[in-house]
């Protein structure tokens, strides 16, 4: 067991791409579930339109990278406006399947064979991430304490990942405590009650999805920067579970949550599938676990951990018991 | 001198309704809701049908009826909750169909709710300052610079403070809205409902669920309420109440206005008796009008079955 290379990697994953990408998924669905109650189940759609927006108008059309950016940014809004405009005047359940099928639907598309000429079919895309490194400030080597350290590419995109992360994280912070997000509260507790005193639900429904989706789409560019290639099946239904996990791991309607949340969540992946497949390779587990099949225990695992934990702690981390409480009332 | 113009106001409330009809639909002196033809089905069901009905201005108008007699319904239409099928409403001379339930309330008719709609993980506080109006602070741009709405929030926390001292919630202030008494939730809903400063308050089963002890104060803010110069109109059925608080009473059954009147008097309308107990409630049949029956009924299933051959 080289307890060294588990804790490194471990350690490592709490603040890397997967992170970092989940944490903005997850503060884009902290801000529509969490603080709006709207239930969108779609958040990798959002994810995947932006990267894909930034990787075809670069690798397809050979267009600039921030036209890519604006795209992308641009498919985002269009697509929150698509599904909002004609679920937001229903009851929450019908964003829910509504978002869950264009997720799929975007995703497939993507992946189609009609369209493989543009999107690359289930290859995908590749050849955009020049721009974005040619903006690298670090020279060659790599950055970090001892061994947990970077090459200049990670050390960049993880750097403007960061940057983002805390940018969002002010902006909740200033949002939920002004008057807009109060509205917003007060909607996921009884949209009829805030109609009847004046507020047009339906418009800050709009902005919340909008706003949500934006946060998430940044995700999705680092996605794609980060591993210079945007393949569909990285956009599939499981990446938005994760994130939901992750927010309610954190503790819902917090503006912290969703990082701390996705450092934990990532932190436990990475630990116990290294731990695993170390004990595998020193032949210190029953032969009923292999290199094969730990991939699938590996969650399991995490599974029954978050499990526990929302037994014993509902709220999450953050998280105020007094508000589970009113739930039961 | 509260004592005083609670007697000029209700003095004033009752003298509009002097000597008018008891008809269903008269007309007003000062009418600041004028209903036209509304109605409301749900398929083959007419759940509402109202010709015509007037609410005067300054008064505590009541609405009362049978269960199923579409009061409620009614309230959703006249408040954009719901669409009628048929049939105009004007409130301050403004036509209100199809206008949405937000745009309602900012015209200055804001309503309450059968079951109460407290934002329970919201303090009471929060709960008051949503109420206000205009707030610049709710726009998402001006939302990001708290200084452009730090001091209208001020004046909207003061006043909602005022508020809640009246209502003896002030103690609250901070607890979260879920951790109220039923009671207490009818009260801020209703202070909630003022923040929005509105002309005409409409109350859907304001004594619902509420322990007698909370009756007598609720009644007393709903007087106070006209003392304002405010107008409501509400549901409820505790006839107690209603004699006790309102000026004049509008009785509907089966989707219609079927009468209107005093409410001293308006129990004892023959209408409004037979709304309640049916038709038929005491006298007992006669020989000829049970024949009368039975043939009726004869007639009925041969007309059905001649139908179905």
Redesign the interface.
């Known amino acids: 067991m080289d307890w060294n290379a588990i804790l490194i990697t471990t350690v490592k994953a709490s603040i890397g791409l997967e992170t970092v990408v989940y944490a903005l998924a997850a503060i884009g669905v902290n801000i529509q579930f969490g603080y709006a109650g709207l239930l969108n189940f779609g958040q990798a759609a959002f994810l995947g339109v932006a990267a894909y927006g930034m990787a075809v108008t670069v690798a397809t059309f050979h267009l600039p990278f921030w036209l890519g950016i604006a795209i992308g940014l641009a498919a985002t809004v269009v697509l929150a406006f698509l599904l909002g405009i004609p679920t937001l005047r229903l009851r929450a359940d019908y964003l829910a399947i509504v978002t869950i099928a264009a997720a799929e639907i975007v995703r497939l598309v993507f992946r189609s064979v009609k369209f493989s000429s543009v999107f690359g079919g289930s290859d995908g895309r590749q050849n955009f991430s020049g721009d974005f490194f040619a903006m690298n400030p670090y020279s060659p080597g790599t950055y970090g304490i001892g061994p947990i350290s970077f090459n200049e590419r990670v050390t960049w995109i993880l750097t403007v990942g960061w940057v983002l992360i805390a940018i969002c994280c002010g902006?909740v912070y200033?949002?939920m405590?002004?008057?807009?997000?109060?509205?917003l509260?007060?909607i996921?507790?009884?949209e009829?009650?805030?109609?009847?005193?004046?507020?047009?639900?339906f418009s800050y429904k709009m902005?919340a999805l909008v706003?949500g989706g934006l946060v998430g789409c940044l995700g999705g560019f680092l996605f794609a920067l980060g591993q210079a290639s945007v393949q569909p099946d990285l956009f599939s239904t499981e990446f938005t579970f994760y994130a939901y996990t992750i927010v309610i791991l954190g503790g819902a309607a917090r503006v912290f949550s969703p990082v701390v949340g996705a450092a934990i969540f990532w932190v436990l992946l990475v630990f116990v599938g290294n731990t695993l497949s170390e004990a595998v390779s020193a032949g210190m587990l029953p032969s009923l676990f292999t290199v094969n099949n730990i991939g699938a225990v590996r969650f399991m695992l995490v599974g029954l951990g978050l499990m526990l934990l929302l037994i014993f702690r509902p709220q999450g981390i953050f998280g105020d018991k007094?508000?589970i409480a009113?739930?039961a009332? | 001198m509260h004592a005083d113009s609670t007697t000029t106001r209700k003095a004033a409330a009752l003298a509009a309704f002097a000597g008018l009809d008891r008809e269903p639909g008269v007309a007003k002196p000062d009418p600041i809701l004028v209903v036209d033809n509304v109605v409301r089905r749900f398929g083959g069901l007419t759940a509402v049908d109202v010709a015509h009905l007037e609410i005067q201005r300054g008064s505590i108008t009541a609405l009362i009826g049978p269960n199923g007699a579409g009061k409620t319904t009614f309230f959703n239409q006249l408040t954009g909750f719901d669409s009628a099928d048929e049939g105009s409403w004007a409130f301050n001379g403004k036509q209100l169909k199809g206008v949405p339930a937000h745009r309602v309330a900012r015209t200055g008719m804001v309503r309450t709710f059968q079951l109460t709609k407290a934002l329970s993980k919201l303090t009471v506080m929060e709960n008051m300052r949503l109420g206000a109006q205009n707030q610049r602070g709710e726009n998402f741009f001006r939302a990001l610079v708290p200084g452009s709405w730090r001091q209208q929030e001020d004046e909207i926390t003061e006043r909602a403070e005022e508020l809640l001292e009246r209502f003896k919630l002030n103690t609250k202030r901070d607890d979260f809205a879920g951790s109220l008494s039923g009671g207490q939730r009818k009260l801020l809903e209703m202070a909630r409902a003022l923040m929005v400063g509105p002309e005409l308050v409409m109350l859907d089963e304001p004594m619902a669920g509420v322990n007698p002890a909370l009756t007598q104060s609720l009644l007393a803010h709903v007087k106070d309420l006209r003392e304002e110069g405010m107008t409501v109109l509400f549901v409820e059925h505790d006839m107690d109440m209603v004699r006790d608080i309102s000026d004049w009473v509008v009785v509907m059954a089966q989707g219609a206005v079927i009468a209107e009147g005093p409410p001293d008097t308006i129990m004892s309308d023959q209408r409004v008796v037979d709304a309640y107990l049916g038709a038929h409630h005491d006298a007992p049949m006669s020989a000829e009008e049970f024949e009368e029956q039975l043939q009726e009924a004869e007639a009925e299933l041969e007309a059905e079955i001649e139908e179905k051959a």
């Open positions: 902006l200033l949002l405590k002004s008057p807009w997000g109060r509205v509260k007060a996921r507790e009884d009829d009650a805030v109609r009847s005193l004046g507020k047009n639900v902005q706003l007094r508000e009113l739930d009332r």
